[in-house]
Every structure is written in structure tokens, then in C-alpha cells.
């Protein structure tokens, strides 16, 4: 009898308020979360339905038509996007991953807080700022050496200014999550500091890292203001880092606004593309970083 009471009396009412709010909250909770699917959503759906129905091979492997021309692709700017990301991730990726493991494993705490408050405050700085920035460094020093202007170096140093900050902060959070027992292990045992860093702290963090990275890309390779600043746009092939190129993001808003079907049509095509580069990108690196765990 006495535990059959207590049962009972551990058992809520579903009249009772706790009960009834704890539904509310739960109801409200996942409306919100639909809702925050909602946006997401459609975007991907009519991306892919605008853009679905302008994809060929041609494409991929010709150049953007004339203004009235019906055949066409912009497989220019493929390559360049693709160049200028790579660019960014040579730039961005080892100065990224080596700050955040010196703010952890090397610096003092106040050193620490100061490079991370620098570090938040440029995440938050409008990517065209970036672009003018990269513009005055870049492109204006490349017209005076005589050695170009507009170029995919200038591009790829603009978008490493916005992959930095991305990278360092979650390489610096997933460094923070590795136990300090391994480092005490891996210390105890006779490693440096710097052995223990190499050898045990980055490969245990190395799958946040990866995906880290992952997310930077992701974010540079959508950005258009700081491109129309430094590499600018070209029809033809990429043929040198120090010239005017093409990119998939300038392309859209170029063709977008134009007047002509043909680009219009290119553009949604493109749009497409950049989505699938993107998502693509993030399912191999979650399988490799998978794999690796």
C-alpha cells in the first residue's frame, strides 16, 4: 500500500499547471523550431526549382554567352571560386589554427581575453569592409609594383579576412574541450609542451577544427561585395592569380539584375551550383572527419 501511494503521489496530473505549461513550453517549442525551418526551406526550393530547370552540361564547360546568345555556362566562374576560396583557405587556414593554439597552450590569460575580443570584433565586421581594405592592400599595390590590379589574389586575401576570425574561434573552443588529462598524460610521460600540442592535443580536436574550417569556406565562398572589390569580374578562363576572375557569387548578382533571360536563367543555374558546392563540401568533410574519430 505505501509504495502504491507513493507512486501515485510521484505521478503528476495532467490537469496540474507544471503539466500544463510543460506542454505549452514543449508546443511553443518545436512551432518555433518549424518556423526557423520555414525560411531555410523555401529558399532551397526555389533554388532548386529555378535552377534545376537551367542546368546543362554546357554550363560547366563554356563560357558566359552575349547578352542575346542562348547557349552559354559559366564554367569560368566555377574555377574561379574555386581558386579564390583555395587561396583564402592557404592564408586563412594556418594562421587561423596556429593563434587559437597559441591563445590556449602559450599566451597569458590577459593576452588571451584581448586577441579573442579582437577576434569577435572582426567576425562582425560587414564583408565589404574586408573588401576595401583588401582593395587598398592588394589590388592598389599591385597597380603600383605594374603587376595588375583586379586579381584572384586580391580576392582570396579579401575572403581570408572573413575566414579568419571564424577559424580561430572554433579551433580556440574545440582546443578548449580537449581534457587536460591528456595533456598531463602526455606531459607525465616526458613530452614537451610542444610535442603534447602536436601529437595529442590537435588530433583530438582535429574533427571540431576540420568542420571549423568547413564553415568558413562555406561562408567565403557566398560572399560577393568583397569580390567586386578586388578580383572584379572576367569572361573568360582564370589563366593567372594576377588578373581579374570570375566567381560564381559576382555572376549571380550581375545576372540576376540584367535585363536578359539568358543571364537570368544562368543565374539560378548558378545559384544552384554554389548551394550544392557548399553542401557537398560539408558531407565529405563530416565523412572524413568521421572517419577519423
Same mark, same amino acid.
Given at each position: ?25 514543449? +508546443? ?8 526557423? $525551418?520555414? @525560411? $531555410? ?9 529555378? #535552377? ?15 547578352? /542575346?546568345?542562348?547557349?552559354?555556362? /559559366?564554367?569560368?566562374?566555377?574555377? %574561379? ?10 592564408? &586563412? ?32 565586421? @560587414?564583408?565589404?569592409?574586408? +573588401? ?9 599595390? $599591385?597597380?603600383? !609594383?605594374?603587376? %595588375? &590590379? ?6 582570396? /586575401? ?18 578548449? !574541450? ?20 602536436? $601529437? ?21 565562398? #557566398? ?18 592569380? !594576377?588578373?581579374?576572375?570570375?566567381? !560564381? ?5 550581375? *545576372?540576376?539584375?540584367?535585363? *536578359? ?33
Amino acid at each position: 500500500m505505501t509504495s502504491s501511494f507513493e507512486q501515485r503521489s510521484l505521478t503528476r496530473s495532467p490537469s496540474s499547471p507544471r503539466t500544463l505549461l510543460n506542454t505549452a513550453m514543449t +508546443g511553443l517549442a518545436f512551432i518555433c523550431g518549424v518556423l526557423a $525551418l520555414v @525560411p $531555410l526551406l523555401a529558399v532551397l526550393y526555389y533554388v532548386v526549382i529555378r #535552377g534545376f530547370s537551367s542546368l546543362n552540361l554546357n554550363i560547366f564547360t563554356q563560357l558566359p554567352p552575349p547578352p /542575346f546568345g542562348k547557349n552559354g555556362g /559559366f564554367g569560368n566562374a566555377i574555377v %574561379g571560386t574555386i581558386l579564390m576560396v583555395g587561396i583564402a583557405a592557404v592564408i &586563412s587556414v594556418p594562421f587561423g589554427v596556429l593563434a587559437a593554439i597559441y591563445l590556449n597552450e602559450f599566451s597569458s590569460q590577459k593576452i588571451a581575453r584581448w586577441i579573442r575580443f579582437a577576434t569577435n570584433v572582426l567576425s562582425g565586421v @560587414p564583408s565589404i569592409i574586408a +573588401g576595401v581594405f583588401a582593395y587598398g592592400i592588394v589590388v592598389l599595390t $599591385l597597380v603600383k !609594383l605594374n603587376l %595588375g &590590379s583586379y586579381s584572384a589574389l586580391g580576392g582570396g /586575401f579579401a575572403l581570408a579576412i572573413l575566414m579568419l576570425p571564424i577559424i580561430v574561434k572554433t579551433t580556440d573552443e574545440a582546443l578548449q !574541450l580537449v581534457s587536460q588529462d591528456l595533456r598531463q598524460a602526455s606531459i607525465g610521460l616526458g613530452a614537451s609542451n610542444f610535442q603534447t600540442v602536436i $601529437l595529442v592535443v590537435l588530433p583530438a580536436a582535429l574533427p571540431a577544427i576540420v568542420t571549423g574550417s568547413t564553415l568558413a569556406i562555406a561562408r567565403a565562398a #557566398g560572399e560577393t561585395a568583397p569580390l567586386i572589390f578586388t578580383a572584379l569580374f572576367s569572361a573568360f578562363w582564370p589563366d593567372s592569380i !594576377l588578373k581579374p576572375t570570375a566567381s !560564381l557569387a559576382v555572376l549571380v548578382y550581375n *545576372f540576376a539584375t540584367s535585363p *536578359f533571360p539568358t543571364w537570368q536563367s544562368l543565374a539560378w543555374a548558378a545559384s544552384l551550383i554554389l548551394v550544392m558546392m557548399v553542401l557537398i563540401t560539408s558531407i565529405i568533410t563530416r565523412w572524413v572527419t568521421k572517419q577519423k574519430v
